[in-house]
Nanobody
Framework: QVQLVESGGGLVQPGGSLKLSCADS????????MAWFRQVPGKEREFVAA????????YYSNAVKGRFTISRGDVRNTVHLQMNNLKPEDTAVYFC?????????????????WGQGTQVTVSS
C-alpha cells in the first residue's frame, strides 16, 4: 500500500529557498501521478504542482509558476518540490499526494494517498 512521507519544510526569509521531498514508504507498484498541494487554516487545499506518471507532463498553479519546480527522484514514486523566491503568501502546510491515472491533476479529490504534511513558513 502507498504510504507517503514529506520532508524539508521549515522557516525561511522572503526570497529564500526550500526543497521539499516526498517518498513512498509503502508497497506501491507501478508509477503514480504525483502532486503537491498546500493548505492554510480555514481554507481548502490548494493545488501547487503535479507530474504525470505517463509522459511526465508537469503542471503548476499560476501562483508558483516560474518559482517552483517539481521533479521526480531517483527512486520510483518519489518527488521533489524546489521552491525559490519564496513569499510570505507561500506559508502553508504542504502535502504530497499520489494516485493512479488521476483524471484532473489539479483537484485533490482524485488523489487517494496523502502524506502528513510539512510546514513551510516564509517570514522575516
Amino acid at each position: 500500500q502507498v504510504q507517503l512521507v514529506e520532508s524539508g519544510g521549515g522557516l525561511v526569509q522572503p526570497g529564500g529557498s526550500l526543497k521539499l521531498s516526498c517518498a513512498d514508504s509503502g508497497r506501491a507498484s507501478g508509477r503514480y501521478d504525483m502532486a503537491w498541494f498546500r493548505q492554510v487554516p480555514g481554507k481548502e487545499r490548494e493545488f501547487v504542482a503535479a507530474i504525470r506518471a505517463v509522459g511526465s507532463r508537469i503542471y503548476y498553479s499560476n501562483a508558483v509558476k516560474g518559482r517552483f519546480t517539481i521533479s521526480r527522484g531517483d527512486v520510483r514514486n518519489t518527488v521533489h518540490l524546489q521552491m525559490n523566491n519564496l513569499k510570505p503568501e507561500d506559508t502553508a502546510v504542504y502535502f504530497c499526494a499520489a494516485d493512479e491515472r488521476v483524471y484532473e491533476y489539479y483537484s485533490s479529490k482524485y488523489y487517494d494517498f496523502w502524506g502528513q504534511g510539512t510546514q513551510v513558513t516564509v517570514s522575516s
